[in-house]
């Protein structure tokens, strides 16, 4: 069974830390790009980052850019997102995703096959 498990999720004070995990399971996370979405209670689905499959380009929203980091240990099957000064605004469920074009890697929700069951962030005092 093809499945992506998030963790890491929590509750933490503006200015905090948080480091998300997704591990795959029933194939090999590095056959496809990855990404992180993440979706705030009331707002549509929106890309956070992406990595393609050797972990050499990684790219992000510019909600994001600078304090949040990609990256993947294809050994352990499993990517990884890590969220510095985290902001009230980044409170949201965050979702990983896998899969499509092996040769593209984007930040359209259309272009992924295989999604997570999303893990719960959220930043307040």
């Known amino acids: 069974q093809l499945q992506l498990v998030e963790s890491g999720g929590g509750l933490v004070q503006p200015g905090g830390s948080l480091r998300l995990s997704c591990t795959a399971s029933?194939?090999?996370?590095?056959?496809?790009?990855n990404a992180w979405f993440r979706q705030a209670p009331g707002r549509e689905r929106e890309g956070v980052s992406y990595?393609?499959?050797?972990?050499?380009?990684?790219n992000y929203s510019s909600s994001v850019k600078g304090r949040f980091t990609i990256s993947r240990d294809n050994a352990k099957n499993t990517v990884y997102l890590q969220m510095n000064s985290l902001k009230p605004e980044d409170t949201a469920v965050y979702y990983c995703?896998?899969?499509?074009?092996?040769?593209?890697?984007?930040?359209?929700?259309?272009?992924?096959?295989?999604w997570g069951q999303g893990t719960q962030v959220t930043v307040s005092s």
């Open positions: 995703a896998a899969g499509g074009n092996p040769s593209i890697a984007t930040l359209r929700q259309t272009d992924y096959s295989y």
């Open positions: 029933g194939f090999t996370l590095d056959s496809y790009p």
């Open positions: 990595s393609t499959r050797s972990g050499r380009t990684t």
